[in-house]
């Protein structure tokens, strides 16, 4: 293994309130950091830094963790760039349009799926995402669902079953017979290829009911839970995900007071998705100011999808929720890092820790502030020893 010293580094973002400046960022200014092989062996100030084998200077660049992206949808076939554009036209989105790509990706082989996923994994680190959360649930077949977890468990290992997306068109006439289907035969096939187990709550899709069925017989095979919660309206998605011990309840667009206490006394975490929001021209962005205030945690991810946000860019996602949900840019890079880490409940991610893994992002700007301040600009990548300026 070698070792290789980043020094030069105008601010590190660390999400170590111990460090730095004490914000929950834990910003320090003029920074060194050490891998060794792909661990982080050590954080300081650049003059302190210690010798390595390899030393590359930033030119006074911004470092921060990797993104973690903790909510997508990148196996799958096809694309739906023209109901995008009926959308743009003034019509509105409804949550039947999931079944499009169902019927794509049964007719895709696993190879093809495989290659998507790659596709846009691979635009994802170019962007400097670090962790990546997939999701199931364009199969809805036994026999797809598992195609779709297999090719997941591929690019990543946060990979969540989907199953409960929405009903497939061959259970029309008998929802609850696919209700049957998800927490039977298809979660035994599925539970073992997967950490977590998710349900889309929403009209045209699961009601409460049908959603407590599904999370308790997923928690029984030892998945965890996390939901698609209250997108196109208020309902009872968040109430749900606080009460099954959710890690996260994704979306938040439409919530009542009750619902925010609930996030707050449960500790779920309020994963906002406005790429969403952006991509259904949703006449409301979710309000993560009013979560924030309260005392919810709030986590920010791309709900990569080809129907309804098909954005791999955690940067553009930083931009809007610092635009439209009431975000200060520092709250919006720590809901993009450390917020999404805690929505997967994983504490090695989504900050700079010595001993953790050394997924870095390296900004092409002196702040993290500049995600915000200049939206559409590619300034995150991945660090690399490649990035020395003075080479
Ligand atoms: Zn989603």
Not at 60 to 86: I, N, T
Not at 230 to 250: H, I, K
Not at 291 to 315: Q, R
Request: hydrophobic share 45%; net charge negative.
């Amino acid at each position: 293994m070698t070792s290789t010293l980043y020094t030069g580094i105008g601010e590190l973002v660390t999400n170590d309130p111990a460090r730095g400046d004490g914000s929950a960022l834990g910003l320090t200014r003029d920074a060194a950091v050490v891998v060794d092989g792909d661990r982080v062996a050590w954080i300081g100030a650049a003059a302190a830094a210690p010798e390595a084998d390899t030393r590359v200077d930033v030119g006074g660049r911004c470092v921060l963790p990797g993104f973690v992206d903790s909510h997508s949808h990148v196996v799958f076939a096809g694309d739906r760039a023209e109901e995008f554009a009926a959308r743009a036209a003034g019509q509105p989105y409804a949550a039947g349009g999931i079944r499009t790509t169902v019927a794509a990706v049964r007719a895709a082989t696993d190879e093809e799926l495989l290659a998507t996923g790659r596709r846009l994994l691979a635009e994802m680190r170019r962007q400097g995402t670090g962790t990546v959360e997939i999701k199931s649930g364009y199969g809805l077949s036994v026999e797809d669902e598992r195609r779709c977890l297999e090719v997941a468990a591929q690019l990543t290992d946060e990979v969540t079953f989907l199953g409960a997306h929405v009903v497939p068109p061959e259970f029309a006439d008998e929802p609850d017979s696919y209700v049957a289907l998800v927490t039977g035969p298809m979660l035994d096939v599925c539970a073992p290829l997967a950490r977590w187990i998710d349900v889309f709550v929403e009209d045209g899709a699961f009601d409460a009911d049908a959603a407590r069925a599904i999370l308790e017989a997923g928690r029984a095979r030892g998945l965890e839970a996390r939901v698609h919660a209250n997108q196109l309206g208020p309902g009872p998605g968040v109430q749900v995900a606080c009460e099954q011990g959710a890690a996260s309840a994704d979306h938040c667009t439409h919530l009542t007071d009750a619902d925010v206490a609930a996030l707050v006394d449960s500790g779920t975490v309020a994963t906002l998705v406005p790429g969403a929001d952006f991509s259904t021209r949703s006449p409301v962005y979710p309000d993560g100011r009013r979560l924030i205030d309260a005392g919810a945690t709030v986590a920010l991810a791309t709900d990569c999808n080809p129907g309804t946000s098909y954005t791999t860019s955690m940067p553009f996602v930083i931009a809007l929720a610092v635009r439209e949900c009431g975000l200060t840019p520092s709250e919006a890079v720590w809901a993009a890092t450390a917020g999404g880490a805690a929505a997967l409940r994983r504490d090695d991610v989504g900050r700079i820790v010595e001993g953790a893994p050394a997924a870095l992002t390296v900004l092409d700007a002196p702040t993290h502030l500049h995600l915000a301040y200049r939206p559409g600009v590619p300034l995150a990548a991945p660090l690399t020893a490649d990035d020395g300026r003075s080479a």
